[in-house]
Structure formats: structure tokens, C-alpha cells
């Protein structure tokens, strides 16, 4: 496993992200974050893993395999979850500028190195 | 035939990379045998996922299994990996056909009968889908009535009762023109429940569509029941951090994309296609097809 800090560091400065965090999937705590400064990373950890519990027993009961990317999209920017194995939950809060796409990228391949 | 699947099934299990697959599976879904041949197909997918007949297979069960969407997105990776296949233009031609999309039908046909000039059938079907043109251009008729055409036949699939819905998300878009495809489209499957688009409202009851699982069960209601929690989440989430309302939620699963769309009154749509959807594709059409939705649900009082 890499180093989270080193992980999170490298995925906060994609163009348009505000920040990233890792965090406990079972109670939404923070493991480790990067984040500018107005971002409250302990809203963002326990929402997003609170979203993604629920969207992995929606899947689940649609007879599908358990989710690999999340992107809650709203008016004003975006979130978005990659799950590292069964017990992390990568998170980044998004501006509208952001490429996502390269987001999504950088994303997955933290949650690799992460799981 | 009970004896021939039997041998190909006999050879299979002692050859599992036999194509024979193909033929086993085409046998028993012309027995109705739909839950076993669409696990031979997928079995035989898994093997030869670059294999364009096999996604034919599947996507003419798929079709018989009232799946259009994901008969849609099969022939059109059939298609990807083979442009010529004739069976996959004929199959596509049936589903725009039944979507009422009288162009793109033609042009299938068209496809179809130009890789495959000795079926007489795909002629017919042509020349039927022809003749209705002019008079649908100038509104003299409405939409194909659902299981009257030859081009079902003509595919290998059948014409089915009340009409497999049209492949909700690539007709309209892939054509880029008819803009009441999409409107027509969202409200067939909201109204026949196709198993690929489900509309639920704030209390986790479902209003339209229906949601099949893998193996063909029908999961729309505990998935609806989901579902709620899921929206009032979301908007909890975009509330809370700023970031106003939520417009979409886009799941990437390893089998399957999904996106779900806020409707009016804290309800949320939920579309679903295979994995090799789409994504930003597939957000846009879940929220155009929230919006047609609504207006569905507003008229159906």
C-alpha cells in the first residue's frame, strides 16, 4: 500500500479538485486528507461514505457487482468516490471547472495503489 | 431438436471452447428455453467476448426476454466488432422499427439485406418498412403498431405482443435527429417496464418502469425501496457541502453503469445499461428522461 498522504497530495492537485480524503467506510471517519482550506473534511468524509454504503446495497439488490466510481453532480461542483477494498472509501470534492474525467482517472489508480 | 441439444450440450461439456455454443444457444431460445440459452450465451461471451455472433446470440435472447435495451447494446457491439454482420443490422432494423424510427430502420434493413442478399424476408421487411415512410412522414399514421411488422421475423427475433420498447438512450441520440424519439422512448419504457429504467418517488414506491436483475428477476421494488434513501442522501450530501441541488449520480459497477436522476418531489430516476455504456452519455439521457418522466406523471395524474 502507498502512502496515503503522498497518494492524496498527487490526486488534490488535478485541476478543479479542492481536495481528497480517505476515509473508513463503516463510520465515515477521516483515515487521512488534503484539502484547501473551507473544505470540512469531516462532512465530506461522513457524507460520501454514507452515499456510498447506500449505493453499494442499491446495486446489490439490483443483482449487480459492488460499485468502483461515484459522482454525485450538483449545480455547484461534484463529488466523487472510489471505494479502496471493503473497508476505505477515497473522496474528492469537485468545482464545476474540474475535469472529471481526469479525475476519475487519477481516482482509480490512487484506489489501486490504496486497496 | 430435444436430441440435438443434447448432443451439442455433450459437446460442449467436453469441448468448452467449441463454438458450438452458438448453435446450442440459438436452439434453445427457438424452444423458449430463454434462461438456459442466455447462460449459454454469456458463458460462450465470456470465452469469445470479441466475437460478434455470440453478441448476436445475446442480443436475439435478450430481445425474447423483452430486453430491448440490452439487445440495443449488444448489436451494437456486434457491430462494433463486425460492421458487416447482417443478422445484427436486421435485429437493429426490428428495434427501430418498433421505436417507430422509420429511417433508421430503413437504413438497417437496408445494411441488412445488402450483407445478406439472399433473405428474402429482410426484402420484404424493407419494402413493408418502405411503403409505410411517405405516409408517416406526413403524419397520415402513427407509429408501427407493435408486432406488425416483418422485420421481426426477418431478424431471427419475434414480433413480440405489445412491442419491446425501444432502445431507450441510443436511438434518438445516435441519430441525432427526430426530437420526439426520446420522449416516446423513456414513456415506453416507463409504461411496458423493460427492466432497464425505474421511476420511483420520495417514499420508495415505484411509479414506472420496472428493473430486471442479471438472471432476469425482477428487482424494481427493493431497488425502489433503495432508491429513496439513496436520493434524500444525495441531496443531504450536495446540501450540506455547498455545492446546491443535486442533478445526477452516476455509479460506475464492474457489470453495469447506472444514473440516477432527481425528479420533481424528491422522486429520482434510475437508468441502467451495460458497462460499456457511456457514462457522460448516459447521464445526459437520465436527465432528459427525468424531465419526460415528470411531464409522463403529471399526465398520467
Known amino acids: 500500500m502507498s502512502d496515503p498522504r503522498e497518494v492524496l497530495d498527487r490526486l488534490s492537485s488535478v485541476r478543479g479538485l479542492r481536495g481528497s480524503a480517505l476515509v473508513s467506510a463503516a463510520d465515515g471517519l477521516v483515515v487521512a486528507d488534503s484539502l484547501m482550506t473551507g473544505v470540512d473534511g469531516r462532512a465530506l468524509a461522513a457524507l460520501a461514505a454514507s452515499l456510498a454504503i447506500r449505493l453499494r446495497r442499491t446495486v446489490e439488490a439490483a443483482g449487480r457487482r459492488p460499485p468502483a466510481f461515484l459522482q454525485l453532480q450538483a449545480a455547484g461542483g461534484a463529488v466523487l468516490a472510489a471505494p479502496c477494498g471493503p473497508d476505505l472509501v477515497l473522496v474528492a470534492i469537485a468545482t464545476t471547472e474540474a475535469n472529471v474525467g481526469l479525475a476519475r482517472l487519477e481516482m482509480l489508480e490512487a484506489a489501486r495503489r490504496l486497496g | 431438436m430435444a436430441d440435438d441439444i443434447r448432443a451439442m450440450t455433450a459437446q460442449l461439456a467436453a469441448d468448452p471452447a467449441s463454438l458450438v455454443f452458438l448453435e446450442l444457444g440459438e436452439a434453445l431460445r427457438q424452444r423458449g428455453q430463454l434462461d438456459a440459452a442466455y447462460k449459454v450465451a454469456r458463458t460462450g461471451l465470456a470465452r469469445y467476448p470479441d466475437l460478434a455472433r455470440a453478441h448476436d446470440l445475446c442480443a436475439r435472447i435478450l430481445c425474447d426476454r423483452r ?41 438497417h434493413l437496408e445494411l441488412a439485406a445488402s450483407g445478406d442478399p439472399a433473405d428474402s424476408g429482410v426484402r420484404a421487411a424493407l419494402e413493408r418498412v418502405r411503403s409505410r415512410q411517405p405516409m408517416a412522414e406526413a403524419g397520415a399514421v402513427p407509429a408501427p403498431e407493435a408486432g406488425s411488422i416483418g422485420p421481426a421475423e426477418a431478424a431471427g427475433v419475434p414480433a413480440a405482443e405489445g412491442g419491446p420498447a425501444p432502445p431507450a438512450d441510443a436511438a434518438p441520440e445516435l441519430d441525432g435527429r427526430e426530437p420526439g424519439g426520446i420522449e416516446r422512448s423513456v414513456v415506453a419504457e ?11 418517488d420520495a417514499n420508495g414506491l415505484r411509479l414506472g418502469g420496472r428493473l430486471r436483475a442479471p438472471d432476469g428477476a425482477d428487482v424494481s421494488d427493493p431497488v425502489a425501496a433503495l432508491l429513496a434513501g439513496a436520493s434524500r442522501e444525495a441531496a443531504r450530501t450536495a446540501r450540506l457541502l455547498a455545492l446546491g441541488e443535486w442533478t445526477h449520480l452516476a455509479v460506475e459497477c464492474p457489470d453495469a453503469h447506472l444514473v440516477l436522476a432527481a425528479t420533481k418531489e424528491g422522486g429520482v430516476l434510475l437508468a441502467l445499461r451495460g458497462p460499456d455504456a457511456p457514462m457522460g452519455r448516459l447521464a445526459r439521457f437520465a436527465e432528459r428522461a427525468a424531465v419526460v418522466a415528470a411531464r409522463w406523471l403529471e399526465a398520467a395524474g
Open chain 2, 67 to 107: 430486453e430491448p435495451d440490452r439487445a440495443f447494446e449488444e448489436w451494437v457491439t456486434a457491430l462494433e466488432l463486425d460492421p458487416g454482420l447482417a443478422a445484427a443490422h436486421k435485429g437493429l432494423g426490428f428495434l427501430y422499427y418498433q421505436a417507430g424510427d422509420l429511417a433508421s430502420a430503413e437504413r
Open chain 2, 190 to 200: 416507463l409504461e411496458q417496464g423493460t427492466g432497464a429504467l425505474l421511476l420511483v
